[in-house]
């Protein structure tokens, strides 16, 4: 495993790099695995070791910012669990390469104490209004799970730039997203982790 992340690398190296740990600490195969979608799987990709590993999370938050270098974004997120490292780390990263990004997620349902405010990580004064959004996923299968946060994003009154996930399972993702008029990234791809 690679044991340092080297700042000065370039992206396909970093790409190498986070493919590498992925393939270390979160990737699967051989086994029957029941995803959330109720469908089975002869492969699992569990990104939460990946995501809490210091190069793991750094190579990620790279990769991201890497993508939206030409973009206006002003917040990153997606639906907890998976979204939630992933935004603190690229808005982490934003700040130390000094384009600030912030942060945020949306619960699968509300508190029933509190706020009970269904989208976290946003101060009282601050709202989704106009704000332009990229959502996050960890791993992405069919996009089912991201179009319904882009949906709820938008009826907020977000721009979704874009869905961006760090893995893409390769199966139907890209579809639902060009179908439903939406731009679709991936850091990697299944493919990547098989080969």
Do not use: W
């Not at 029957?32 to 699992?44: D, P, Q, T, V």
């Not at 890497?66 to 490292?85: F, H, I, S, T």
């Amino acid at each position: 495993m690679t044991t340092g992340a080297d700042c000065g690398a370039t992206i396909e190296d970093q790409r190498k790099q986070l493919i590498e740990i992925i393939r270390d600490r979160s990737f699967r195969d051989g086994v029957e695995i029941k995803l959330a979608s109720g469908r089975m799987s002869n492969f699992y990709v569990n990104m939460k070791p990946t995501m809490m590993h210091p190069q793991g999370a750094y190579l990620i938050a790279s990769l991201v910012l890497d993508q939206l270098v030409d973009d206006r974004v002003d917040l990153v997120g997606g639906l907890e669990m998976g979204a939630v490292p992933l935004a603190a780390s690229v808005a982490t990263l934003s700040q130390a390469k000094g384009r600030p990004i912030g942060g945020f997620f949306v619960r699968k349902k509300a508190k029933d104490h509190g706020t009970q405010s269904l989208v976290e990580g946003l101060a009282p004064t601050e709202t989704l209004q106009g704000q332009s959004i990229v959502v996050l996923e960890d791993v992405t299968t069919s996009g089912g799970s991201a179009l319904q946060a882009v949906r709820s994003l938008e009826e907020a009154g977000a721009r979704v730039v874009c869905v961006m996930t760090v893995v893409d399972r390769q199966e139907g993702a890209v579809e639902t997203f060009a179908e439903a008029g939406i731009g679709f990234r991936a850091i990697i791809t299944t493919q990547d982790l098989c080969s």
